[in-house]
């Protein structure tokens, strides 16, 4: 089966770096995505990864490996606003996106 | 900025009634999609649509429709609603290629059955 895993929760104190990562199975692999969810929101877009490697936009990064199944999301410079579950989705061999349950993210002062 | 609108945004209603649930994107977007997500899980693919006359089944459609007449427009019906359905409801589109078929969320729809 199919399968992503992400951790339940984290916490970081505001002003640190936090690192979320996420490890996958799936049936091929057509890219993987971070998206940020707000309580009682919808999800938004945060990255993209299709090649090994470190991509970076702003305080956020997000690195794969495609050998090892593997991702992280990269926060710095943690703001409050920063608390929030992220999502990670692997676009699978049919281009459809298989989900992770998500990781709560508490920021404490 | 992502141009997609849900409606109604909160729902009761009672067992057995019928009920749709509206999308519309702005952005021109050949595929759309919807998600069920209960607090704390995964989001569930129900119905997705490559573009007008396009519908294909995710892993929860057996108690659901959808149809794609025009291309800004992706309703859902529940035929009868049950407990079960209890939820919330997520409309996505996105482009049928480049920005790597990025999904662009509405605000949802939470659904309470009685």
């Known amino acids: 089966g199919q399968n992503i895993d992400q951790p339940t929760e984290m916490t970081a104190t505001e002003g640190a770096i936090v690192q979320i990562n996420c490890t996958y199975q799936?049936?091929?692999?057509?890219?993987l995505f971070w998206y940020q969810q707000h309580a009682g929101e919808a999800p938004t877009f945060l990255s993209y990864?299709?090649l090994d490697g470190l991509e970076e936009k702003g305080r956020f990064s997000s690195f794969l490996s495609r050998s090892k199944g593997y991702s992280y999301l990269l926060l710095k410079e943690l703001q409050m606003k920063d608390s929030a579950s992220y999502l990670c989705?692997?676009?699978?061999?049919?281009?459809?996106?298989?989900w992770g349950a998500g990781t709560k993210l508490i920021i404490k002062p | 900025e992502a141009d997609i609108y849900q409606t109604p945004r909160y729902l009761v209603i009672g067992t057995g009634k019928k009920i749709t649930l509206e999308c519309s994107q702005t952005?021109?977007?050949?595929?759309m999609y919807w998600y069920q997500q209960d607090p704390g899980m995964e989001l569930h693919l129900i119905h997705y649509?490559?573009?007008?006359?396009?519908?294909e089944k995710g892993d929860l459609s057996s108690e659901s429709t959808v149809s794609r007449i025009r291309t800004e427009h992706f309703p859902l019906t529940l035929e009868s609603a049950r407990p079960s359905h209890t939820s919330q409801y997520l409309c996505?589109?996105?482009?049928?290629?480049?920005?790597?078929?990025?999904?662009?969320f509405g605000p949802g729809t939470r659904l309470l059955v009685l």
């Open positions: 996505a589109s996105s482009p049928l290629a480049g920005e790597a078929e990025t999904q662009y």
């Open positions: 952005m021109g977007h050949d595929k």
């Open positions: 649509s490559y573009g007008v006359n396009s519908t």
């Open positions: 799936t049936s091929g692999f057509n890219g």
């Open positions: 990864n299709v």
């Open positions: 989705a692997v676009k699978d061999s049919n281009y459809q996106l298989i």
